[in-house]
């Protein structure tokens, strides 16, 4: 079984500019879910999706943030402008409804702001 | 915001000592979860503890769920060189929106 699949791996950018993250979730996992962890931290989510409704967005800072996730499946994460601050590491993350919630990460995008 | 707390932060160990983190939390939870990130990876689910008092076994890590739900242990006997990273505890809620503690990063000098 294909884990969850995120890309790019690495993403340098330099302030102000536009910069945007993709994941493919394991097959059939309804639920999505977007994390930031900066260094030494634990994961801290963003939002969460339920197929394609994002029902918990409370973390997202919507002024510079956007995430969506068009047919249920795919999801885009996007920052626009990119602040000093956003340096991390962008996690994906999916679970099957009935698991207990049991979460699959993907390996991440490590961004860095320069 | 509700949080988890988790201590040590830091954990050096020789390899064949015993290990300990312990997360605690303020509120009851309804279930925790523990994740394992090797350096540089992402994190690994390893285990959910539901019940009051629960424990559970995965070959040399054992888990406890407390009896009043606000504390959880993660045990490791005999530590080897593969068990280095760090291990999170997580709320895992009543929607499954994971509150990660800040882990406790454990090394194995051989």
């Known amino acids: 079984e294909a884990g969850v699949v995120q890309s790019p791996r690495y993403k340098i950018i330099e302030k102000k500019q536009p910069v945007a993250f993709w994941c493919n979730p394991i097959?059939?996992?309804?639920?999505l879910y977007w994390y930031l962890q900066n260094l030494g931290q634990g994961p801290e989510l963003l939002i969460r999706?339920?197929?394609?409704?994002?029902?918990?967005d409370s973390q997202l800072p919507k002024d510079r943030f956007s995430a969506e996730r068009l047919k249920g499946v795919d999801s885009t994460l996007k920052i626009q402008p990119a602040e000093l601050g956003d340096s991390a590491v962008y996690l994906c993350?999916?679970?099957?409804?009935?698991?207990?919630?049991?979460?699959?990460f993907g390996p991440g995008t490590r961004l860095t702001v320069t | 915001g509700q949080q988890v707390m988790q201590i040590p932060q830091y954990q050096h160990v020789q390899e064949g000592e015993d290990f300990t983190t312990y997360c605690n939390s303020s509120?009851?939870?309804?279930?925790i979860q523990w994740y394992k990130q090797r350096p540089g990876g992402h994190p690994v689910f390893l285990i959910q503890?539901?019940?009051?008092?629960e424990v559970k076994k995965q070959k040399r890590l054992t888990f406890q769920f407390g009896e009043a739900k606000k504390n959880s242990s993660l045990h490791i006997t005999a530590t080897q060189t593969t068990d280095v990273g760090t291990y999170f505890c997580?709320?895992?809620?009543?929607?499954?929106?994971?509150?990660f503690g800040k882990g406790t990063k454990l090394s194995v000098k051989p």
């Open positions: 993350a999916s679970s099957l409804a009935g698991q207990g919630f049991k979460q699959y």
């Open positions: 097959s059939g996992h309804n639920t």
């Open positions: 999706y339920e197929n394609e409704e994002a029902v918990d």
């Open positions: 509120t009851t939870l309804s279930n």
């Open positions: 503890l539901v019940k009051s008092g």
């Open positions: 997580a709320d895992g809620g009543s929607q499954g929106n994971l509150i």
